[in-house]
């Protein structure tokens, strides 16, 4: 891979995985009801799905799914369903019993989660067609831009997961914890709602 591609291939790793978005999101709630330590298994099943969907898109599952109108819209409806059920989650705990009586998003939810997460879908069929399929080794290639990929998201996963965690702690009065609970709730229905119009 030439110095440009690379460039290119770490800016748009950069832009896919720090912007807005399911997994984002999903972590950083997670983060703010049980804290940083008890989401990373959730970072690590994330970047492990990320992973797989990367493999499987490479190997042409994606572009398949996608021209399956029905599979393609079943996905959507799964993945928004799912925000719709985390924004509520957060929408109704109690402020200062964050995660009281709920389980953890696990290492497992984290990976299977990015099978029915439309953006994931979008940025890894987007990364096999622009730097996965021009080139002579397609297996060296896919197995190189994947793990390029998962190291640059590590730190913008573990950003929007610190920030969780750090609103979490710097929050203490009940009534402002309740706001920004409910900020986060309606932040993760929007980005539900997105979901099933722009993908």
Same mark, same amino acid.
């Given at each position: 891979m030439d110095r440009p591609t690379l460039l290119s291939l770490l800016a748009f790793s950069l832009v896919m995985s720090i912007t807005p978005g399911p997994n984002n999101l999903l972590l950083s709630t997670s983060a703010l009801a049980h804290g940083f330590r008890k989401t990373l298994p959730a970072m690590a099943g994330t970047l492990l799905g990320v992973g797989l969907v990367f493999l499987a898109a %490479? !190997? %042409? &599952? %994606? @572009? =398949?799914? =996608? /021209? &399956?109108?029905?599979?393609h819209t079943g996905l959507k409806v799964v993945g928004a369903g799912y925000l719709l059920y985390l924004a509520w989650q957060l929408w109704v705990v109690r402020p200062g019993k964050q995660g009281d009586g709920r389980a953890s998003v696990g290492f497992w939810h984290g990976a299977i989660f990015q099978f029915a997460n439309p953006k994931a879908w979008m940025m890894t069929i987007s990364a096999v067609?622009?730097? +996965? !399929?021009? !080139? /002579?080794?397609? @297996?060296?290639? =896919?197995?190189? +831009?994947? /793990? &390029?990929?998962l190291v640059v998201s590590t730190p913008s996963i573990t950003l929007w997961t610190g920030f969780g965690a750090g609103m979490r702690a710097l929050i203490h009065d009940p009534g402002q914890a309740l706001i920004f609970n409910r900020g986060m709730a309606l932040l993760t229905a929007v980005s539900a709602i997105l979901i099933l119009v722009w993908t």
């Open positions: %490479g !190997a %042409g &599952i %994606g @572009v =398949l799914l =996608l /021209s &399956i109108p029905g599979l067609g622009i730097y +996965v !399929a021009p !080139a /002579s080794d397609y @297996v060296g290639r =896919l197995l190189m +831009v994947t /793990s &390029i990929f």
